[in-house]
DNA sequence: CGTCGATTTGACTAAGATCAATTTAGGTGG
DNA sequence: CCACCTAAATTGATCTTAGTCAAATCGACG
């Protein structure tokens, strides 16, 4: 699909910690066993307890909980160089579902595989647990989001800190990014209706902020998104662990 | 405070894995540095590099975020065996502030000495990693609720993962326990105004399921509570991990 | 007794949801 | 190539939940 989006981990991690040749081999040699997921259709069940970790090489998967009434909350996006299921290791019961956006490409990585690399490469294990962290703490500024921003500052902040994540692993730029989202998905992740979306992206576009059309987010007024949404990417630092 | 609480974690990870006396030997000597947190008085301001977790042995504690605008949301609360600023040590900026509820006492562990312990004990970096894994996912919860669950949903919900936490460690049970949270505290941890927190409060104790008043909740109706919060405990998984 | 913070209640407003259509754009089969 | 189907996007009208503004009550504490 993109092809230098196989080295998205590498990349993300490397904005990180300088890996050496060896680490990124080790890396390298993980992403061996291929699967592909067809866009639509269910990745894990809520409530199923998986061996393996996914690292995404390509494509877009949302993961999310629904509610017994049928609502879902939709609690982050993975894209090229995330991870598919870490927390579901550890916890007995998956505590979420995988729905790939558009057709995805991951390596599915068993738990043992894993344990195997970093006992090979500690600072791997390092690195990724930064991205793990830095993924909860993803998680947390969407909760203040969700709880405390009206419609078009959570939309901004969202969009905002989509195209950050993605111009780390080489996609899209500071002026916008391809987004297989539909409107839905942004809803659901953005606890509003589909309607108000609409709603809310036309507010945007009309105030000449920033445009999603035909798949592609493109900023007009970066600056203005950014005090609108009052944007600090801190969380989101790329500038190395106190552990290293 | 409580007699109890300083073995709050060794309780709280115990109902999880079964720990050797060794290990919990070794837990032990990490709760040695006791500090005290005064109520109101912050611990650690948004922004900074901390080097240390703490380890709450008794009292409460809440993290949060505040915006530019000032107000504020309450990411997770913080009680006896759980812990404070632990992603803090992995990611440069520590992300969130912490708020002492009421007076609190907390060990004060140091990253080195947390490393020596889980090369002494591997087993209690499994439990730990549980810990965080299962902090994580309560994250995740309070995220659906504040963006897919109305205001008494979201309260029943919130009050009941709470008494699990806490029967988990010994305080409170079934029916209710004490709680020092102000309605303002509730409202900024579940997104709403302390007005509205009031009247939802009231609408539950009208509606005969709960009580919360001088400090305690009182669960009167606790079946009537669950279906109406949707609350399904699974996501609290006591019943240990796939790596162990 | 007076002050301050927390709780409670009422009246009104507003952000976002709901209900109902219509339009648009891709894909499919004939 | 075109009629048809479906999912997504768009818009209007109306309703509901929760927020805002204002004020009274209550309790702890100096």
């Known amino acids: 699909m993109d092809a230098n989006t196989p080295a998205a981990l590498n990349r993300k991690l490397s904005a990180f910690v300088a890996l050496s040749e060896a680490e990124l081999g080790v890396l390298d040699r993980l992403q061996h066993r291929r699967r592909r997921f067809a866009a639509g259709h269910d990745l ?4 199923q307890a998986p061996k393996s970790v996914y690292l995404l090489t390509s494509g877009w998967v949302c993961s999310y909980k629904v509610q017994a009434d049928g609502t879902r909350q939709i609690v982050d996006f993975q894209v090229a160089g995330d991870f598919l299921g870490l927390r579901s290791l550890l916890l007995r019961t998956s505590d979420h579902s995988f729905e790939p956006v558009v057709d995805s490409y991951a390596a599915e990585v068993s738990a043992g595989d894993l344990l195997a690399a970093f006992g090979e490469a ?9 991205a793990a ?12 989001g969700v709880g405390r921003r009206d419609a078009d500052a959570r939309m901004a902040h ?3 800190e989509l195209g ?3 111009a780390l692993v080489g996609l899209g730029d500071g ?6 989202l539909t409107q839905t998905h942004l809803a659901d992740a953005l606890g509003l209706t589909a309607i108000h979306v609409n709603r809310t992206l036309r507010r945007l576009r009309e105030r000449g902020l920033m445009t999603f059309r ?8 970066r600056q203005g998104l950014v005090t609108l949404a009052g944007f600090d990417p801190a969380y989101l630092d790329q500038t190395g662990p106190l552990l290293a």
Chains 1, 2 share one sequence.
């Open 122 to 130: 500690p600072r791997l294990a390092i690195a990724m647990l930064w």
């Open 158 to 160: 969202f969009l905002l």
């Open 164 to 166: 950050s994540r993605l």
């Open 214 to 221: 035909d798949g592609r987010v493109q900023f007009e007024d």
């Open 133 to 144: 962290s830095r993924d909860e703490a993803m998680v947390v500024e969407h909760l203040v």
């Open 175 to 180: 002026d916008g990014y391809d987004c297989p």
């Open 44 to 47: 894990v069940q809520q409530g």
